[in-house]
């Protein structure tokens, strides 16, 4: 019953900004830790950033100073803004709820994702 749509990607030079775009709809408690992850061919879905319960944030080593996470819990949508984008951020950008069981228990399957693409 939980939907997930990305959107807001695209291309993008490098140290340019992007905003993504995450609604979802369903259960609100599907939604207490939400994460955004990203895949690129051949490598396995990773993990970005991670909107706690707590409403603190957590990032990746490679992101950690670019990226920032924020949500609006009226609307039950949430961002990824994407600030110096490098070229090895090309990626899909996924969101969904950080753990795997809460995914499993509210079915929170992947959406399609967005793509992002930096590149000068």
């Known amino acids: 019953q939980v939907h997930l749509v990305e959107s807001g990607g695209g291309l993008v030079q490098p140290g340019g900004s992007l905003t993504l775009t995450c609604t979802a709809s369903g259960n609100n408690i599907c939604f207490s830790a939400m994460a955004w992850y990203r895949q690129v061919p051949g490598k396995d879905r990773e993990v970005v950033g991670v909107?706690?319960?707590?409403?603190?944030?957590l990032f990746i080593e490679s992101v950690k100073g670019r990226f920032t996470i924020s949500r609006d819990d009226a609307e039950n949508t949430f961002y990824l803004q994407m600030n110096n984008l490098k070229p090895e951020d090309t990626a899909v950008y996924y969101c969904?709820?950080?753990?795997?069981?809460?995914?499993?228990?509210?079915?929170?399957?992947w959406g399609q994702g967005t793509q992002v693409t930096v590149t000068s």
């Open positions: 969904n709820a950080d753990s795997s069981s809460v995914r499993a228990i509210c079915h929170m399957e």
């Open positions: 909107f706690t319960e707590a409403q603190t944030t």
